[in-house]
Protein backbone atom coordinates (compact mmCIF):
# COMPACT_ATOMS: atom_id res chain seq x y z
CA UNK A 1 0.00 0.00 0.00
CA UNK A 2 1.06 3.17 -0.12
CA UNK A 3 2.20 5.46 2.14
CA UNK A 4 0.87 9.14 2.05
CA UNK A 5 3.46 11.88 2.80
CA UNK A 6 0.73 14.43 3.80
CA UNK A 7 -2.01 12.50 5.66
CA UNK A 8 -0.82 11.61 9.42
CA UNK A 9 -0.74 8.24 11.03
CA UNK A 10 -4.20 6.95 12.15
CA UNK A 11 -4.46 4.23 15.32
CA UNK A 12 -2.61 0.72 14.90
CA UNK A 13 -4.79 -2.24 14.76
CA UNK A 14 -2.93 -5.43 16.42
CA UNK A 15 -2.89 -8.10 14.28
CA UNK A 16 0.28 -9.41 12.79
CA UNK A 17 -0.97 -8.68 9.53
CA UNK A 18 -0.19 -5.29 10.33
CA UNK A 19 3.27 -5.92 9.59
CA UNK A 20 2.59 -5.21 5.70
CA UNK A 21 2.05 -1.67 6.14
CA UNK A 22 5.70 -1.07 6.71
CA UNK A 23 6.18 -2.58 2.93
CA UNK A 24 5.00 0.78 1.81
CA UNK A 25 5.86 1.46 -1.76
CA UNK A 26 7.67 4.08 -3.16
CA UNK A 27 6.25 7.46 -2.46
CA UNK A 28 5.90 9.18 -6.57
CA UNK A 29 7.22 12.39 -6.30
CA UNK A 30 5.19 14.95 -9.04
CA UNK A 31 6.36 17.21 -11.17
CA UNK A 32 7.35 19.96 -8.92
CA UNK A 33 4.27 22.35 -8.70
CA UNK A 34 4.80 26.15 -9.84
CA UNK A 35 6.28 28.37 -7.32
CA UNK A 36 4.47 30.69 -4.96
CA UNK A 37 4.81 34.21 -6.38
CA UNK A 38 7.80 36.32 -4.96
CA UNK A 39 7.10 38.62 -1.13
CA UNK A 40 6.69 42.44 -1.77
CA UNK A 41 10.44 43.55 -1.09
CA UNK A 42 8.98 45.11 1.84
CA UNK A 43 7.36 42.15 3.54
CA UNK A 44 10.93 40.31 3.33
CA UNK A 45 12.51 43.77 5.31
CA UNK A 46 9.56 43.53 8.06
CA UNK A 47 10.94 40.20 9.58
CA UNK A 48 14.58 41.02 8.81
CA UNK A 49 15.18 42.28 12.19
CA UNK A 50 13.10 39.26 13.88
CA UNK A 51 15.06 35.89 15.07
CA UNK A 52 15.33 33.34 12.65
CA UNK A 53 12.88 30.82 13.12
CA UNK A 54 10.06 33.49 12.97
CA UNK A 55 11.16 34.84 10.41
CA UNK A 56 10.78 31.51 8.36
CA UNK A 57 7.18 31.12 9.58
CA UNK A 58 5.90 34.45 8.38
CA UNK A 59 7.74 33.85 4.98
CA UNK A 60 6.03 30.19 5.07
CA UNK A 61 2.55 31.74 5.78
CA UNK A 62 2.86 34.72 3.71
CA UNK A 63 3.67 32.64 0.31
CA UNK A 64 -0.51 31.12 0.57
CA UNK A 65 -3.04 32.84 0.67
CA UNK A 66 -5.44 31.67 3.62
CA UNK A 67 -2.69 29.85 5.01
CA UNK A 68 -3.52 30.52 8.07
CA UNK A 69 -7.03 29.23 7.69
CA UNK A 70 -6.03 25.74 6.52
CA UNK A 71 -2.74 24.60 7.89
CA UNK A 72 -1.87 22.30 10.83
CA UNK A 73 -1.69 23.26 14.28
CA UNK A 74 1.36 22.43 16.11
CA UNK A 75 1.90 19.14 16.72
CA UNK A 76 1.38 17.31 20.26
CA UNK A 77 3.93 16.99 23.04
CA UNK A 78 4.61 13.37 22.20
CA UNK A 79 4.65 13.81 18.15
CA UNK A 80 7.24 16.36 18.73
CA UNK A 81 9.76 14.39 21.39
CA UNK A 82 9.69 11.71 19.38
CA UNK A 83 9.72 13.82 15.77
CA UNK A 84 12.87 15.93 17.53
CA UNK A 85 14.58 13.12 19.05
CA UNK A 86 14.87 10.94 15.16
CA UNK A 87 15.74 14.45 13.57
CA UNK A 88 18.58 15.52 15.91
CA UNK A 89 19.67 12.01 17.56
CA UNK A 90 18.75 9.59 15.27
CA UNK A 91 16.63 7.46 17.43
CA UNK A 92 13.24 7.82 19.33
CA UNK A 93 13.41 8.40 22.70
CA UNK A 94 13.37 6.37 25.81
CA UNK A 95 10.44 5.19 27.45
CA UNK A 96 11.88 7.43 30.52
CA UNK A 97 12.69 10.41 28.71
CA UNK A 98 9.32 10.35 26.69
CA UNK A 99 7.27 10.19 30.10
CA UNK A 100 9.14 12.69 31.62
CA UNK A 101 8.67 15.38 28.98
CA UNK A 102 4.69 14.43 28.46
CA UNK A 103 4.58 15.29 32.80
CA UNK A 104 6.81 18.35 32.57
CA UNK A 105 4.31 21.47 33.38
CA UNK A 106 7.03 23.79 32.24
CA UNK A 107 5.39 26.02 29.08
CA UNK A 108 5.11 24.26 25.99
CA UNK A 109 7.62 26.46 24.31
CA UNK A 110 10.16 26.34 26.68
CA UNK A 111 10.46 22.95 27.13
CA UNK A 112 11.11 22.71 23.48
CA UNK A 113 13.71 24.62 23.04
CA UNK A 114 15.24 23.06 26.16
CA UNK A 115 15.24 19.51 24.69
CA UNK A 116 16.30 20.74 21.38
CA UNK A 117 19.59 22.16 23.28
CA UNK A 118 19.88 19.00 24.96
CA UNK A 119 19.86 17.33 21.87
CA UNK A 120 22.07 18.88 20.39
CA UNK A 121 24.70 19.32 22.91
CA UNK A 122 24.68 15.53 23.22
CA UNK A 123 26.97 12.75 21.21
CA UNK A 124 24.40 11.15 19.86
CA UNK A 125 23.54 14.25 18.15
CA UNK A 126 27.14 14.14 16.34
CA UNK A 127 26.48 10.21 15.71
CA UNK A 128 23.45 11.20 14.04
CA UNK A 129 25.37 13.99 11.53
CA UNK A 130 28.34 11.54 10.90
CA UNK A 131 25.36 9.40 9.47
CA UNK A 132 23.63 11.98 7.72
CA UNK A 133 26.61 13.59 5.92
CA UNK A 134 28.27 10.57 5.67
CA UNK A 135 25.74 9.57 2.91
CA UNK A 136 25.61 13.04 1.93
CA UNK A 137 29.32 13.12 0.92
CA UNK A 138 30.28 9.27 -0.25
CA UNK A 139 26.74 8.43 -0.91
CA UNK A 140 27.53 5.07 0.81
CA UNK A 141 30.56 3.68 -0.88
CA UNK A 142 32.77 1.01 0.41
CA UNK A 143 35.59 1.75 1.88
CA UNK A 144 38.03 1.30 -1.12
CA UNK A 145 41.39 3.13 0.18
CA UNK A 146 40.16 5.00 3.63
CA UNK A 147 38.59 2.62 5.89
CA UNK A 148 34.98 3.69 6.60
CA UNK A 149 35.93 3.68 10.46
CA UNK A 150 38.64 6.46 10.02
CA UNK A 151 36.15 8.27 7.60
CA UNK A 152 33.13 8.02 10.13
CA UNK A 153 35.79 9.06 13.30
CA UNK A 154 36.79 12.33 11.20
CA UNK A 155 33.25 13.19 10.55
CA UNK A 156 31.92 12.49 14.18
CA UNK A 157 34.75 14.28 15.73
CA UNK A 158 33.86 17.57 13.14
CA UNK A 159 30.59 17.53 14.89
CA UNK A 160 31.34 17.17 18.28
CA UNK A 161 33.59 20.05 17.80
CA UNK A 162 30.72 21.91 15.63
CA UNK A 163 33.24 22.49 12.87
CA UNK A 164 31.89 24.79 10.27
CA UNK A 165 30.88 23.62 7.19
CA UNK A 166 32.72 25.53 5.23
CA UNK A 167 35.72 24.56 7.25
CA UNK A 168 34.41 21.22 6.61
CA UNK A 169 33.96 21.54 2.84
CA UNK A 170 37.24 23.18 2.54
CA UNK A 171 39.22 20.67 4.83
CA UNK A 172 37.52 17.55 2.48
CA UNK A 173 38.04 19.43 -1.37
CA UNK A 174 41.83 20.24 -0.34
CA UNK A 175 42.84 16.66 1.28
CA UNK A 176 45.71 14.92 -0.87
CA UNK A 177 45.90 12.17 1.67
CA UNK A 178 49.72 12.65 2.35
CA UNK A 179 49.07 13.91 6.18
CA UNK A 180 48.23 10.91 8.23
CA UNK A 181 45.67 13.40 10.44
CA UNK A 182 44.18 14.47 7.63
CA UNK A 183 43.85 11.45 5.37
CA UNK A 184 40.47 10.59 6.09
CA UNK A 185 39.27 13.57 4.50
CA UNK A 186 40.77 12.64 1.23
CA UNK A 187 37.94 9.74 0.96
CA UNK A 188 36.06 11.94 -1.11
CA UNK A 189 38.61 11.86 -3.84
CA UNK A 190 40.26 8.64 -2.95
CA UNK A 191 37.23 6.57 -2.94
CA UNK A 192 35.87 7.74 -6.42
CA UNK A 193 39.38 6.66 -7.27
CA UNK A 194 39.99 10.38 -8.51
CA UNK A 195 37.75 9.45 -11.69
CA UNK A 196 37.96 13.16 -12.84
CA UNK A 197 34.75 12.72 -14.66
CA UNK A 198 32.85 11.28 -11.67
CA UNK A 199 34.24 13.64 -8.91
CA UNK A 200 33.39 16.92 -11.60
CA UNK A 201 29.59 15.50 -11.29
CA UNK A 202 29.45 15.02 -7.56
CA UNK A 203 31.50 18.56 -7.10
CA UNK A 204 28.18 20.08 -8.63
CA UNK A 205 25.71 17.78 -6.94
CA UNK A 206 26.83 17.31 -3.51
CA UNK A 207 28.35 21.25 -3.02
CA UNK A 208 26.66 23.26 -5.24
CA UNK A 209 22.85 21.56 -5.94
CA UNK A 210 23.56 21.46 -9.76
CA UNK A 211 23.77 17.87 -11.74
CA UNK A 212 25.84 18.37 -14.48
CA UNK A 213 26.17 14.84 -16.04
CA UNK A 214 24.34 15.72 -19.34
CA UNK A 215 26.49 18.92 -19.95
CA UNK A 216 29.75 17.25 -20.46
CA UNK A 217 29.34 16.27 -24.13
CA UNK A 218 27.40 19.61 -25.09
CA UNK A 219 24.97 21.93 -23.11
CA UNK A 220 22.62 20.35 -21.42
CA UNK A 221 19.63 19.33 -23.93
CA UNK A 222 16.41 19.99 -21.39
CA UNK A 223 17.71 22.10 -19.01
CA UNK A 224 18.61 25.76 -20.36
CA UNK A 225 21.07 26.66 -17.11
CA UNK A 226 23.14 23.93 -17.53
CA UNK A 227 25.92 24.90 -19.93
CA UNK A 228 29.05 22.61 -20.95
CA UNK A 229 31.53 24.93 -19.61
CA UNK A 230 29.90 24.66 -15.99
CA UNK A 231 30.55 21.50 -16.25
CA UNK A 232 34.54 21.65 -17.28
CA UNK A 233 34.71 24.84 -15.58
CA UNK A 234 35.12 22.72 -12.38
CA UNK A 235 37.00 19.65 -14.56
CA UNK A 236 39.70 22.50 -15.06
CA UNK A 237 40.09 22.32 -11.13
CA UNK A 238 40.81 18.47 -11.09
CA UNK A 239 42.53 18.16 -14.41
CA UNK A 240 46.14 18.54 -13.28
CA UNK A 241 45.70 16.21 -10.80
CA UNK A 242 46.69 12.25 -10.50
CA UNK A 243 46.60 9.63 -8.38
CA UNK A 244 50.01 8.14 -7.01
CA UNK A 245 50.93 5.22 -5.46
CA UNK A 246 53.74 5.90 -2.89
CA UNK A 247 56.26 3.31 -3.57
CA UNK A 248 57.02 2.75 -0.18
CA UNK A 249 53.70 3.04 1.71
CA UNK A 250 52.03 1.61 -0.94
CA UNK A 251 49.53 3.86 -0.06
CA UNK A 252 47.46 6.05 -2.66
CA UNK A 253 47.70 9.74 -2.63
CA UNK A 254 47.19 12.34 -4.70
CA UNK A 255 49.79 14.53 -7.05
CA UNK A 256 49.37 17.06 -9.38
CA UNK A 257 51.22 18.24 -12.79
CA UNK A 258 52.10 22.15 -13.19
CA UNK A 259 50.63 22.26 -16.65
CA UNK A 260 47.36 21.12 -18.49
CA UNK A 261 44.61 23.52 -19.73
CA UNK A 262 40.87 22.04 -20.73
CA UNK A 263 39.18 22.01 -23.74
CA UNK A 264 36.29 20.82 -24.75
CA UNK A 265 33.89 19.99 -28.30
CA UNK A 266 30.20 19.83 -28.50
CA UNK A 267 28.82 16.61 -30.10
CA UNK A 268 25.85 18.81 -31.16
CA UNK A 269 27.45 22.09 -32.50
CA UNK A 270 30.87 20.51 -33.39
CA UNK A 271 31.82 24.03 -31.34
CA UNK A 272 34.98 24.28 -29.32
CA UNK A 273 35.52 25.95 -26.13
CA UNK A 274 38.69 26.48 -23.21
CA UNK A 275 37.97 27.32 -19.95
CA UNK A 276 40.38 28.16 -17.24
CA UNK A 277 39.09 26.91 -13.93
CA UNK A 278 35.60 28.31 -12.36
CA UNK A 279 32.34 27.62 -10.47
CA UNK A 280 28.99 28.14 -12.55
CA UNK A 281 28.65 31.61 -13.44
CA UNK A 282 31.61 32.88 -10.97
CA UNK A 283 34.39 34.92 -12.53
CA UNK A 284 37.17 32.30 -14.27
CA UNK A 285 40.45 31.91 -11.49
CA UNK A 286 43.69 32.36 -13.73
CA UNK A 287 47.25 30.99 -13.05
CA UNK A 288 49.51 33.39 -11.60
CA UNK A 289 52.43 34.26 -14.23
CA UNK A 290 55.31 32.22 -14.21
CA UNK A 291 53.68 29.40 -12.42
CA UNK A 292 53.53 26.98 -15.45
CA UNK A 293 56.17 23.78 -15.00
CA UNK A 294 56.52 24.98 -12.00
CA UNK A 295 57.12 22.56 -9.14
CA UNK A 296 58.02 22.28 -5.36
CA UNK A 297 58.89 18.34 -6.08
CA UNK A 298 58.58 17.35 -9.77
CA UNK A 299 56.93 14.12 -10.36
CA UNK A 300 58.57 11.28 -11.57
CA UNK A 301 58.14 7.28 -10.83
CA UNK A 302 58.82 7.80 -6.94
CA UNK A 303 58.18 10.79 -6.77
CA UNK A 304 54.12 12.53 -6.83
CA UNK A 305 53.74 15.94 -8.74
CA UNK A 306 53.41 19.07 -6.02
CA UNK A 307 53.40 21.91 -8.26
CA UNK A 308 54.22 25.25 -6.83
CA UNK A 309 50.51 26.92 -7.95
CA UNK A 310 48.08 24.32 -7.00
CA UNK A 311 44.43 24.64 -9.22
CA UNK A 312 42.89 21.72 -7.04
CA UNK A 313 43.70 23.63 -3.82
CA UNK A 314 42.17 26.43 -5.35
CA UNK A 315 38.75 24.62 -5.80
CA UNK A 316 38.15 24.80 -1.96
CA UNK A 317 39.11 28.35 -1.84
CA UNK A 318 36.50 29.11 -4.65
CA UNK A 319 33.68 26.64 -3.27
CA UNK A 320 33.99 28.23 0.22
CA UNK A 321 33.96 32.38 -0.79
CA UNK A 322 31.62 34.38 0.14
CA UNK A 323 30.17 34.94 -3.36
CA UNK A 324 29.32 31.16 -4.16
CA UNK A 325 25.90 32.10 -3.16
CA UNK A 326 25.34 28.38 -4.59
CA UNK A 327 27.24 26.71 -2.04
CA UNK A 328 25.47 28.17 1.08
CA UNK A 329 21.74 27.79 -0.92
CA UNK A 330 22.58 23.98 -1.66
CA UNK A 331 23.80 23.14 2.07
CA UNK A 332 20.42 25.16 3.72
CA UNK A 333 18.05 23.14 1.36
CA UNK A 334 19.45 19.81 2.53
CA UNK A 335 19.73 20.50 6.01
CA UNK A 336 16.39 21.72 5.27
CA UNK A 337 15.32 18.45 3.66
CA UNK A 338 16.47 16.77 6.63
CA UNK A 339 14.36 18.63 9.17
CA UNK A 340 11.38 18.94 7.28
CA UNK A 341 10.75 15.78 4.96
CA UNK A 342 11.14 18.01 1.50
CA UNK A 343 13.98 20.79 0.16
CA UNK A 344 12.99 23.52 -0.85
CA UNK A 345 14.63 23.01 -4.37
CA UNK A 346 13.82 19.30 -5.11
CA UNK A 347 15.51 17.15 -6.24
CA UNK A 348 18.00 18.42 -4.04
CA UNK A 349 20.88 18.52 -6.97
CA UNK A 350 18.25 19.77 -9.62
CA UNK A 351 18.34 23.55 -8.87
CA UNK A 352 17.61 25.90 -11.93
CA UNK A 353 15.31 28.30 -13.38
CA UNK A 354 12.71 26.09 -14.33
CA UNK A 355 12.98 24.62 -11.08
CA UNK A 356 13.19 26.84 -8.69
CA UNK A 357 12.77 27.05 -4.83
CA UNK A 358 8.94 26.62 -3.95
CA UNK A 359 9.69 29.94 -1.19
CA UNK A 360 12.98 31.31 -2.54
CA UNK A 361 12.82 34.07 0.01
CA UNK A 362 13.11 31.54 2.75
CA UNK A 363 15.79 30.06 0.44
CA UNK A 364 17.65 33.15 0.59
CA UNK A 365 17.18 33.93 3.87
CA UNK A 366 18.19 30.75 5.01
CA UNK A 367 21.68 30.86 3.26
CA UNK A 368 22.08 34.76 4.11
CA UNK A 369 21.63 33.95 7.55
CA UNK A 370 24.02 30.77 7.64
CA UNK A 371 26.85 32.69 6.03
CA UNK A 372 26.67 35.49 9.32
CA UNK A 373 26.43 33.10 11.39
CA UNK A 374 30.01 31.48 9.73
CA UNK A 375 28.59 28.33 8.61
CA UNK A 376 27.36 26.57 12.08
CA UNK A 377 25.32 24.34 11.30
CA UNK A 378 24.24 23.15 14.64
CA UNK A 379 22.91 26.74 15.02
CA UNK A 380 20.99 26.10 11.41
CA UNK A 381 19.25 23.09 12.71
CA UNK A 382 18.32 24.73 16.18
CA UNK A 383 16.40 27.37 14.34
CA UNK A 384 14.73 25.20 12.09
CA UNK A 385 13.71 22.78 14.93
CA UNK A 386 12.46 25.81 16.55
CA UNK A 387 9.87 26.80 13.85
CA UNK A 388 6.34 26.44 14.08
CA UNK A 389 7.00 25.30 10.40
CA UNK A 390 8.46 22.24 11.91
CA UNK A 391 7.03 22.13 14.94
CA UNK A 392 3.26 21.58 12.94
CA UNK A 393 1.19 18.78 12.95
CA UNK A 394 0.56 15.92 10.17
CA UNK A 395 -3.09 17.17 9.68
CA UNK A 396 -3.85 19.75 8.11
CA UNK A 397 -7.42 21.76 9.50
CA UNK A 398 -8.67 21.09 5.22
CA UNK A 399 -7.55 19.18 2.78
CA UNK A 400 -4.79 20.84 0.96
CA UNK A 401 -3.63 19.81 -2.72
CA UNK A 402 -0.29 21.51 -2.26
CA UNK A 403 0.48 20.22 1.33
CA UNK A 404 4.00 18.64 0.24
CA UNK A 405 5.07 21.74 -0.94
CA UNK A 406 3.48 24.78 1.34
CA UNK A 407 4.22 23.32 4.54
CA UNK A 408 1.21 23.61 6.04
CA UNK A 409 1.33 19.91 7.83
CA UNK A 410 4.27 17.81 8.59
CA UNK A 411 5.67 15.46 5.99
CA UNK A 412 6.08 11.52 6.88
CA UNK A 413 9.75 11.09 7.12
CA UNK A 414 10.77 7.45 6.28
CA UNK A 415 13.43 6.36 9.18
CA UNK A 416 17.07 5.91 7.31
CA UNK A 417 18.69 2.75 8.07
CA UNK A 418 20.44 3.75 11.11
CA UNK A 419 17.33 5.75 12.62
CA UNK A 420 15.40 2.48 12.30
CA UNK A 421 18.11 0.33 13.67
CA UNK A 422 19.11 2.59 16.50
CA UNK A 423 15.49 3.16 17.49
CA UNK A 424 14.30 -0.92 16.94
CA UNK A 425 17.55 -1.19 20.21
CA UNK A 426 16.07 1.50 21.80
CA UNK A 427 12.42 0.50 21.71
CA UNK A 428 12.85 -3.30 22.54
CA UNK A 429 15.58 -2.74 25.43
CA UNK A 430 18.83 -3.71 23.40
CA UNK A 431 20.17 -0.32 23.83
CA UNK A 432 19.57 -0.08 28.01
CA UNK A 433 20.67 -4.42 28.06
CA UNK A 434 24.16 -3.55 26.00
CA UNK A 435 25.01 -0.67 28.63
CA UNK A 436 24.62 -2.37 31.11
CA UNK A 437 27.01 -4.88 30.46
CA UNK A 438 29.27 -2.64 28.94
CA UNK A 439 29.24 -0.46 32.42
CA UNK A 440 29.89 -3.62 34.24
CA UNK A 441 32.95 -4.96 31.83
CA UNK A 442 34.40 -1.48 32.39
CA UNK A 443 34.06 -1.44 35.97
CA UNK A 444 35.36 -4.92 36.31
CA UNK A 445 38.54 -3.94 33.93
CA UNK A 446 39.32 -0.37 35.54
CA UNK A 447 38.23 -0.14 38.93
CA UNK A 448 39.64 2.71 39.88
CA UNK A 449 38.46 5.08 37.24
CA UNK A 450 35.10 2.98 35.34
CA UNK A 451 33.00 4.41 38.53
CA UNK A 452 32.86 7.48 36.61
CA UNK A 453 33.51 7.12 33.32
CA UNK A 454 30.73 4.68 33.03
CA UNK A 455 28.09 7.62 33.63
CA UNK A 456 30.01 10.40 30.86
CA UNK A 457 27.72 10.39 28.06
CA UNK A 458 30.68 10.38 25.49
CA UNK A 459 31.54 6.93 27.06
CA UNK A 460 28.36 5.85 27.04
CA UNK A 461 27.41 6.59 23.09
CA UNK A 462 30.88 4.93 22.06
CA UNK A 463 30.43 1.59 23.88
CA UNK A 464 27.36 1.51 22.57
CA UNK A 465 28.23 2.84 19.11
CA UNK A 466 31.28 0.22 19.18
CA UNK A 467 29.35 -2.96 20.33
CA UNK A 468 25.86 -2.20 18.48
CA UNK A 469 27.40 -1.13 14.74
CA UNK A 470 27.40 -4.67 13.75
CA UNK A 471 23.54 -4.59 13.91
CA UNK A 472 23.32 -0.89 12.25
CA UNK A 473 25.64 -2.60 9.22
CA UNK A 474 23.00 -5.04 8.65
CA UNK A 475 20.55 -2.71 8.61
CA UNK A 476 22.03 -0.32 6.13
CA UNK A 477 23.00 -3.44 3.85
CA UNK A 478 18.66 -4.05 3.63
CA UNK A 479 17.45 -0.74 3.53
CA UNK A 480 19.56 1.51 2.55
CA UNK A 481 19.96 2.62 -1.44
CA UNK A 482 23.00 4.39 -3.37
CA UNK A 483 22.67 7.31 -4.43
CA UNK A 484 22.87 9.83 -1.93
CA UNK A 485 20.49 11.87 0.51
CA UNK A 486 17.30 11.99 -1.11
CA UNK A 487 13.78 12.94 0.37
CA UNK A 488 11.65 10.27 -0.74
CA UNK A 489 10.68 6.27 0.28
CA UNK A 490 10.72 3.16 -1.28
CA UNK A 491 10.65 -0.23 0.14
CA UNK A 492 11.46 -3.99 -1.04
CA UNK A 493 10.13 -7.23 0.14
CA UNK A 494 13.25 -8.45 1.50
CA UNK A 495 13.07 -5.38 3.61
CA UNK A 496 9.77 -6.79 5.19
CA UNK A 497 11.08 -10.07 5.41
CA UNK A 498 14.26 -8.85 7.51
CA UNK A 499 11.63 -7.99 9.96
CA UNK A 500 9.21 -10.91 9.78
CA UNK A 501 11.27 -13.53 9.83
CA UNK A 502 15.16 -11.74 10.41
CA UNK A 503 16.63 -13.37 13.27
CA UNK A 504 18.40 -10.36 14.09
CA UNK A 505 15.31 -8.87 15.61
CA UNK A 506 13.71 -12.01 16.62
CA UNK A 507 16.25 -12.26 18.94
CA UNK A 508 15.66 -8.87 20.32
CA UNK A 509 11.54 -9.79 20.98
CA UNK A 510 12.81 -12.91 23.00
CA UNK A 511 11.67 -11.99 27.18
CA UNK A 512 15.56 -11.28 28.54
CA UNK A 513 16.81 -9.12 31.07
CA UNK A 514 14.51 -6.83 31.67
CA UNK A 515 14.33 -5.98 27.93
CA UNK A 516 10.41 -4.33 26.44
CA UNK A 517 8.74 -8.27 26.23
CA UNK A 518 9.74 -9.17 29.82
CA UNK A 519 8.67 -5.63 31.29
CA UNK A 520 5.87 -6.23 29.46
CA UNK A 521 4.79 -9.70 31.04
CA UNK A 522 5.70 -9.19 34.25
CA UNK A 523 2.63 -6.34 34.10
CA UNK A 524 -0.68 -8.07 35.30
CA UNK A 525 -3.10 -5.59 34.19
CA UNK A 526 -3.49 -5.75 30.09
CA UNK A 527 -4.38 -1.52 30.87
CA UNK A 528 -0.62 -1.28 31.66
CA UNK A 529 0.84 -3.26 29.22
CA UNK A 530 -0.83 -0.86 26.76
CA UNK A 531 0.83 1.87 27.68
CA UNK A 532 4.02 0.62 28.27
CA UNK A 533 3.84 -0.74 24.94
CA UNK A 534 3.06 2.71 22.84
CA UNK A 535 5.28 4.79 25.51
CA UNK A 536 7.98 2.47 24.80
CA UNK A 537 7.75 1.94 20.72
CA UNK A 538 5.39 4.99 19.44
CA UNK A 539 6.33 7.56 22.85
CA UNK A 540 2.97 8.20 23.17
CA UNK A 541 -0.21 7.21 25.29
CA UNK A 542 -2.69 4.93 23.93
CA UNK A 543 -6.03 6.14 22.90
CA UNK A 544 -8.82 4.34 24.43
CA UNK A 545 -9.76 2.37 21.83
CA UNK A 546 -6.07 1.02 21.52
CA UNK A 547 -5.99 -0.02 25.48
CA UNK A 548 -9.05 -1.79 25.00
CA UNK A 549 -8.12 -3.51 21.94
CA UNK A 550 -4.94 -4.79 23.59
CA UNK A 551 -6.99 -5.82 26.33
CA UNK A 552 -9.10 -7.74 24.36
CA UNK A 553 -6.21 -9.09 22.36
CA UNK A 554 -4.40 -10.24 25.52
CA UNK A 555 -7.01 -12.03 27.27
CA UNK A 556 -8.68 -13.98 24.31
CA UNK A 557 -5.20 -15.86 23.99
CA UNK A 558 -4.20 -19.00 25.76
CA UNK A 559 -0.68 -18.26 26.16
CA UNK A 560 0.40 -14.76 27.29
CA UNK A 561 3.87 -14.31 26.26
CA UNK A 562 3.77 -15.57 22.58
CA UNK A 563 1.35 -13.27 22.39
CA UNK A 564 3.09 -10.17 23.93
CA UNK A 565 5.99 -10.69 21.70
CA UNK A 566 3.65 -10.81 18.32
CA UNK A 567 1.94 -7.31 19.59
CA UNK A 568 5.69 -5.81 20.62
CA UNK A 569 6.55 -7.22 16.67
CA UNK A 570 3.35 -5.40 14.80
CA UNK A 571 3.92 -2.47 16.54
CA UNK A 572 7.57 -2.22 15.24
CA UNK A 573 6.67 -3.51 11.85
CA UNK A 574 4.00 -0.52 11.43
CA UNK A 575 4.23 2.35 9.13
CA UNK A 576 3.79 4.24 12.58
CA UNK A 577 7.12 3.32 13.89
CA UNK A 578 8.95 3.21 10.38
CA UNK A 579 7.86 6.47 9.58
CA UNK A 580 8.72 9.97 11.66
CA UNK A 581 5.57 11.95 11.61
Known amino acids: ????????????????????????????????????????????????????????????????????????????????????????????????????????????????????????????????????????????RPGTTIPVAEWQNWLQQAFLDNKPWNQLVQDVLAADGVDKEKRPAAKFYLDRNFDVDLITRDVGRVFLGVDLECAQCHDHPSIDGYLQRHYYGITAFLKRSYLFTDPKSKQKVLGEKAEGDVKFTSVFTQEEGATPPRLLNLPAITDPKGTEKQYEVKPDGKHRGVPKYSRRLQLAVAMISTDNIDFRRNIVNRLWAIMMGRGLVEPLDLRHADNPPTHPQVLDLLADEFLSHNYDVRWLLRELALSETYQR?????????????????????????????WSLMEASGVT??????????????????????????????????????????????????????????????????????????????????????????????????????????????????????????????????????????????????????
Open 1 to 140: MSASRTSAVHGLPLPVLVVLLACAVAVADGPPPPPPPPLPEEVVVSVASAPLHPQIDELISMASPGFADYAADVCTDAEFVRRVSLDLAGTIPSAGVTREFLADATPTAQKREQLIDRLLASPQHARRMQYVFDEMLMER
Open 432 to 581: NQTLAAQQAALLKSDPKNGPTKKDDPLWQEEALHKTLQPHVDQFALQFAHQGGQKTGFESTANQALFLINGALVQSWLTPANGNLTDRLRNLDDNAAVAEELYISLLNRIPTGDEVAEVTAYLDAVSERDPAIQEIVWAVLASAEFRFNH
Open 393 to 421: GSRTQTKSDVAATDYSSSLLKSLSPEQLA
